[in-house]
């Protein structure tokens, strides 16, 4: 058995489509500060909460710099090599 994720923090929800959205969160394991962007769906034929799915990306906190400039970038419509 893994160790224990500290209670996720919610952070922000960006609509995808009608039945996805994705959200960022923050949560902390192993004692390493995380962060969870991860796609969430509504099951089909259900109004209920939208579940997790394997969709997304888990990474250290210290990593954001870097996914934020690239997210800049790709916002810009450039490339960077």
């Not at 969160?25 to 509504?42: E, P």
């Amino acid at each position: 058995m893994g160790a224990p994720v500290t209670a996720s923090t919610l952070i922000a929800t960006v609509v995808k489509n009608n039945v996805e959205e994705v959200r960022i969160s923050l949560a902390t394991f192993n004692g390493f500060d995380l962060v969870d962007i991860r796609t969430f769906a509504r099951l089909i034929g259900t109004d209920g909460e939208p579940m997790p799915t394997k969709r997304g990306v888990c990474l250290s906190r210290n990593r954001l710099p870097e996914l934020i400039q690239a997210l800049i970038q790709a916002q810009e419509g450039g490339a960077s090599c």
